[in-house]
């Protein structure tokens, strides 16, 4: 599965070159040009990475960035502020809340490009690795096979992406909402009960015998993959 990454920016050929870049790096990208909306969007979706403007309408990229650091739930989704504030105080104001990185306007595509792997790799190495594991159980992305204490699984291609996004963020509570958008796509008609129903065949298919459960509901919010 592809990292995600979510851009807040107001000047469209900016958001235009940098999904075109993005895009060519097979990167799923999602775009904002309003503070509030790029909030709400970003709490929704749950991005592997926020590509950030300082200047943005109705809410400020710090503001945003305040925010989400702020919340339980997308305190770990790595942040890097692009913007034409490049006085020293703005970004060690930044770095203060809780920005990883801050790259000043205009930048240069490739080293933009640099810094996300450089980003992704060190806080969020399950996103990027082709061969994750958690507890006994491990995944290899290149081959699409799943193991659990050394032994093969057979996952259907739902599953295997179920698996494969829950295993970015091990722990992390997902409600229905998300994992539909993040797993079958935006604009894709799935009632909740469908997801209901791939998450009753992954956990039967995982639990296997003498081993203990690995994905775990949480009434009333939804699913997580724990020990």
């Not at 050929?13 to 790096?25: D, F, M, Q, R, W």
């Not at 970004?91 to 990185?101: E, N, T, V």
């Not at 996300?116 to 290899?140: A, G």
């Not at 992390?172 to 796509?185: A, D, F, H, K």
Request: glycine share 4%; aromatic share 8%.
């Amino acid at each position: 599965m592809s990292s995600h990454i979510f851009i807040v920016e107001d000047e469209p050929s900016i958001v235009s070159v940098l999904k075109y870049n993005l895009e060519k790096e097979n990167y799923k990208v999602s775009v904002s040009d309003d503070g509030e909306e790029a909030l709400k969007l970003i709490k929704e979706k749950n991005p592997d990475l926020v590509l950030m403007d300082w200047m943005m309408p109705n809410l400020s990229g710090v503001e945003i960035l305040r925010n989400l650091k702020k919340d339980n739930l997308c305190k770990d989704i790595p942040i890097i502020m692009l913007t034409a504030k490049g006085e020293e105080e703005d970004k060690l104001r930044a770095f203060d809340i809780g920005a990883d990185d801050y790259i000043t306007k205009p930048f240069n595509q490739k080293e933009l490009i640099a810094r996300i792997k450089t980003v992704l790799r060190r806080l969020k190495p399950l996103v990027s690795s082709d061969i994750v594991e958690f507890s006994d159980l491990k995944i290899d992305r290149i081959s699409k096979k799943v193991y659990r204490n050394k032994k093969e699984i057979k996952l259907g291609p739902t599953e295997f992406k179920l698996l494969d996004f829950f295993i970015k963020n091990p722990k992390r509570v997902y409600t229905r909402e998300q994992l539909l958008n993040n797993v079958w796509g935006e604009n894709v008609y799935v009632e909740l009960r469908t997801i209901d129903v791939h998450i009753r065949r992954l956990r039967f298919a995982i639990n296997l015998e003498d081993s203990k459960p690995l994905i775990r509901t949480v009434r009333s919010a939804g699913y997580s993959l724990d020990t």
